[in-house]
Antibody
Framework: QLQLQESGPGLVKSLETLSLTCSVS??????????WGWIRQPPGKGLEWIGS???????YYEPSLKSRLTISVDMSKNQFSLRLSSVTAADTAIYYC?????????????????WGQGMLVTVSS | DIVMTQSPDSLAVSLGERATINCKSS????????????LAWYQQKSGQPPKLLLY???TRESGVPDRFSGSGSGTDFTLTISSLQAEDVAVYYC?????????FGGGTKVEIK
């Protein structure tokens, strides 16, 4: 059974870099059938897609975050990671990683069928 | 970006009654190459990650009860819970994947009347 688990610091200082890792077990991150994505949810608010990547391709980033965002994969560890620079209080959120089946036609990744439990990251001043 | 708008923001339904949630997209989510609408629905219970309910607008994920159904095409979609159960109290989100830049609706909170 596929499982995803987010890890990283739960507290980040303002203007520093937020770094999270998603560890995947029960399946390979280098599967040809899936993208892997990050989604966040500010406390009490809705869901916001951050970005997605395929194990061998270029990642897709939410346009408003693109200048601060890096998503990468480590196939040897079966993990993918998120780095968000110059964070502010607006970046305080629960961060989720998720698996995204590939859609054959049209856009790259599709729905999000498996999710991690999420990790609250608070940006402090 | 494709903007997703859900309505209502919240609704209260009696146990066993029907709940209907609407989702409207700013662009068509229909792709003629495979005759599919690129829309998914999720359920998020308090303190939990979202759970996939439906994809391709109306295909139920494995294990999802058949009281959950999806309909619509193009820009207008509906999630229906045919007979509301206590365990269905949650926030429901729609999400488009017609664009590689995924976007979600704002969510609809479903409660028991």
């Amino acid at each position: 059974q596929l499982q995803l688990q987010e890890s990283g610091p739960g507290l980040v200082k303002s203007l520093e870099t937020l770094s999270l890792t998603c560890s995947v077990s029960g399946g390979s991150i280098s599967s040809s059938n899936y993208y892997w994505g990050w989604i966040r949810q500010p406390p009490g608010k809705g869901l916001e897609w951050i970005g997605s990547m395929y194990y061998s391709g270029s990642p897709y980033y939410e346009p408003s975050l693109k200048s601060r965002l890096t998503i990468s994969v480590d196939m040897s560890k079966n993990q993918f990671s998120l780095r968000l620079s110059s964070v502010t209080a607006a970046d305080t959120a629960i961060y989720y990683c998720a698996r995204q089946p590939i859609t054959i036609f049209g856009a790259a990744g599709g729905w999000l069928d498996r999710w991690g439990q999420g990790m609250l990251v608070t940006v402090s001043s | 970006d494709i903007v997703m708008t859900q309505s209502p923001d919240s609704l209260a339904v009696s146990l066993g009654e029907r709940a209907t949630i609407n989702c409207k997209s700013s662009q068509s989510l229909f792709y003629s190459s495979n005759n599919q609408n690129y829309l998914a629905w999720y359920q998020q219970k308090s303190g939990q990650p979202p759970k996939l309910l439906l994809y391709w607008a109306s295909t139920r994920e494995s294990g999802v009860p058949d009281r959950f159904s999806g309909s619509g095409s193009g820009t207008d979609f509906t999630l229906t819970i045919s007979s509301l159960q206590a365990e269905d109290v949650a926030v429901y989100y729609c999400q488009q994947y017609r664009s590689s830049d995924l976007t979600f609706g704002g969510g609809t909170k479903v409660e028991i009347k």
